[in-house]
């Protein structure tokens, strides 16, 4: 017998040997097919390369998993290296063998060039995504644990290489299913690589402590069993040394030495359920002394990844402090093979035969026993579609990025950098041409073509695109590259908003007034700006249509019920009877002067005054306020009483337009208020007094106040024809020895 049979013979065996009645024809003609195709293909030890996927269904045996699982193992590297192909495995083996194999295949297409942090997560991520079936991913890594096993033989880049990714992507995915033995081992070996020097000396002191220790396990292993055995506690009791890398990491991260470690030592006590936990707890804790602050509780609340078991930590009498994980059977099996064993469970493998019901009993127990905990969370952090929304796509230089599912090259180009996408006139994915539709797959390479003559985003990449940031880029070119267009497109939306609301836009934009409420309402300075602002998609043609409408039933109402009024007037006058109007006359309202100086829209010789907070002067941007039986109350812009953030909601519509008459006199003036801070001096006021007759301002008050730190507070009102004038008055003001400020008072 060959070489290849007798490695063959030895995993057939130990099938049986785990189930006895396993149908191994399957397995056996997987072999024959595997070690047909790979024929004299050598591995660099020189071995047939057929002895690797055996090792690797050895594992995935020892694993306990499924008769495909092991098929899947043998046949792992058929379609990447031999010239089998999907379909003919599929025939043969079923599709779900086919299914395993192609999975395992892509994974081993995938590039881990080392990266960043983040770019290893997103691997992580990525690798999970891929693999549909958790099967897959198992399998992998049993791959990848035996090509560490014998990766003595490969070159120092490659060894170097391989390390890095099994420590980087490999371990942690094996720790987020919860294999830990699978973990322990391929930090170990990946260590070995990385860090030669440190991983001999952690191994070299452990070897002189041991030593020293030396009988430590055997006799403590002997000690705890014989005291449990007293008590009658059925149990199995394991000792151990903790593995290379984490003791490694402890003693350089943490820098901490050997002896400054307390679980060198670990002892395992595998009971028969949860009560017999505690009450093993309760015998170390009675035999040994506890380290304080070192006991946890993960069957009260399990780890993530469903990890559940007591850790203590105690000190033997010879002084050397251990660890005791106390578990049950059930929880043992979780620990050792993590999810592989959810896996058995979810797929319903009883039903289709493919293992005993023994085989996954425990999961079920599992689970159940969950159930009172958080079964949501338990499960959810087993699932293997886990990123079921995100998609993990790689640079051509093999840069991971992570998309939202569903997202397509045009996401993909705007993630990498907003000029990419916005030159992109093409896309490949795994080297071929694609539509800017396509939606990308986890593991797919994505290349974007790009050309300096581009035009630019089209607008419907904007529906095409899944990611909000893909949106936005597109969105601020078209706001800043295409004003023009922008202008024209958004006027042209806006104005079929408002044919289908049955308004004229050449109606609305004659409407000064109107328009300049909806302007401000939307923060655009101008037409242009609101048009521009609808063209590259910052505003919606809806919305601003919707704007006008209030605005025009609010103009509309005011307007109603100042005829309703007037023609109440008339018919007092005249003595006929008028009825309220009850239909809505959708005129254009303009603007007529009264003799305030002030001209407020719609409203003719409506009764002004102006407000004491702010005092405004002729050449002030003005606002009015309709008060109640005093008339309009007129307020400068940047008074805190008119700033439109601090109006109330129902006094909304009380707010008006209003603006100055052209030469607007009145015939005492307008009075207004000005403070001016000085340092306090003597002949102060007299100077201010000086200078406001130096300028002829009718000055109606002035008062002066110290300070007791030393300086003045002037108040003065006066009255003034306009802006203008009142500018010149607070240069002057300004200009006098010691005053630092002038201002307005209010505003
Ligand atoms: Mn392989």
């Known amino acids: 017998m060959d070489l290849a049979h007798k490695r063959y013979e030895e995993l057939e065996r130990q099938i049986l040997a785990a189930h006895p009645d396993a149908d191994v024809g399957k397995i056996r003609a997987a072999f024959e097919y595997a070690n047909e195709h790979h024929g004299p293909q050598l591995r660099k030890s020189g071995e047939p390369y057929i ?13 306990d998993l499924d008769r495909d699982s092991i098929i899947a193992a043998l046949l792992h590297d058929c379609i990447e290296d031999t010239d089998s192909t999907h379909d003919e495995i599929g025939r043969m083996f079923g599709n779900q ?64 290489e391989k390390a890095l990714e099994t420590m980087e992507v490999y371990a942690p995915i094996a720790h987020r299913l919860g294999m830990q033995k699978i973990k322990w081992e391929l930090e170990d070996l990946a260590l070995e690589y990385l860090d030669p020097v440190g991983f001999h000396d952690v191994h070299e002191e452990l070897e002189k402590i041991t030593t020293l220790h030396a009988g430590f396990l055997d006799n403590m292993q002997t000690h705890i069993e014989e005291r449990l055995a007293e008590e009658g506690v059925q149990c199995k009791v394991y000792g151990r040394l903790k593995h290379i890398y984490s003791i490694y990491r402890k003693m350089y991260s943490q820098n901490k030495t050997l002896n400054e470690i307390f679980d060198l030592y670990a002892f395992r006590v595998i009971v ?99 159930q009172d905990t958080d079964p949501d969370e338990f499960v959810r952090t087993l699932r293997v579609d886990m990123f079921a929304d995100e998609v993990f796509v790689f640079t051509p230089n093999g840069d991971v990025k992570s998309l939202p599912a569903g997202a397509t090259p045009i996401d993909f180009a705007y993630a990498i950098h907003s000029a990419v996408g916005n030159s992109m006139t093409g896309a490949r994915v795994n080297g071929r041409i694609v539509t800017f539709e396509t939606p990308l797959k986890s593991g797919d390479i994505v290349e974007i073509i790009t050309s300096k003559s581009a035009r630019g985003p089209s607008r419907d990449w904007m529906k095409i695109c899944k990611s909000n940031e893909a949106r936005n880029k597109i969105r601020q070119w078209f706001k800043k590259e295409r004003r023009e267009e922008n202008i024209a497109t958004g006027r042209a939306m806006f104005e079929s908003e408002l044919k289908h609301a049955g308004l004229s836009l050449g109606a609305i934009t004659a409407n000064s007034d109107l328009l300049d ?35 025009m039933t609010r103009l509309g109402r005011l307007e109603r019920q100042k005829a309703e009024q007037e023609a109440i007037q008339a018919s007092i006058s005249t003595g006929e009877t008028v009825y309220p109007s009850s239909t809505y006359k959708n005129s254009i309202l303009t603007p007529r002067k009264s003799n305030s100086g002030i001209i407020v829209a719609g409203l003719d010789n409506c009764m002004v005054k102006f407000s004491k907070c702010c005092t405004p002067v002729p050449g002030d941007p003005v606002v009015g306020f309709i008060t109640k039986g005093y008339g309009v109350s007129i307020h400068r812009q940047d008074c805190p009483n008119a700033d439109p953030a601090r109006r109330k909601l129902e006094e909304e519509g009380r707010w008006v337009k209003v603006s100055w008459a052209e030469n607007a006199v009145a015939e005492a003036g307008y009075r207004t208020s000005i403070e001016i801070s000085a340092k306090d001096r003597d002949g102060l006021a007299l100077d201010v007094a000086m200078a406001l007759s130096a300028v002829k301002v009718k000055v109606n008050n002035l008062s002066a106040r110290s300070q007791p730190d030393g300086y003045a507070m002037i ?16 240069n002057k003001l300004s200009q006098i020895s010691g005053v630092f400020l002038v201002k307005r008072a209010g505003g």
């Open 715 to 730: 108040y003065l009102e006066l009255a003034v024809k306009d802006q203008k004038e009142l500018t010149g008055v607070i």
């Open 272 to 370: 028969e359920d949860i009560p017999a936990c505690y009450n093993v707890l309760g015998c170390i804790h009675d035999m040994f002394k506890p380290v304080l602050g070192r006991f946890k509780d993960y069957i009260g609340t399990p780890k993530p990844n469903g990890y559940q078991s007591l850790h203590t930590t105690v000190v033997g009498r010879d002084g050397i402090p251990f660890e005791v994980q106390i578990r049950t059977w059930d929880m043992h099996q979780t620990a050792e093979y993590g999810v592989a064993a959810h896996w058995k469970y979810k797929q319903g493998m009883a039903n289709q035969r493919l293992g005993t019901e023994r085989d996954f009993e425990w999961v079920r127990k599992l689970l159940e026993s969950q």
């Open 51 to 63: 002895i690797h996927p055996i090792a690797v269904a050895e594992i995935i045996n020892e694993l």
């Open 97 to 160: 063998v086919a299914e395993l194999v192609e999975g395992v295949t892509k994974l081993t297409r995938m590039q881990y060039t080392s990266r960043e942090d983040e770019q290893m997560e997103n691997l992580r991520k990525m690798f999970m995504a891929m693999a549909k079936d958790v099967r897959v991913i198992l399998i992998k890594l049993c791959d990848r644990l035996h090509n560490m096993r014998t990766l003595q033989y490969q070159s120092d880049a490659k060894q170097k």
């Open 517 to 551: 409420v909806l302007l401000k309402r939307v923060r655009c300075g101008q037409l242009d700006e609101l048009y521009a602002a609808i063209g590259y998609g910052g505003l919606s043609a809806q919305k601003a249509a919707a704007r006008i409408k209030e605005e």
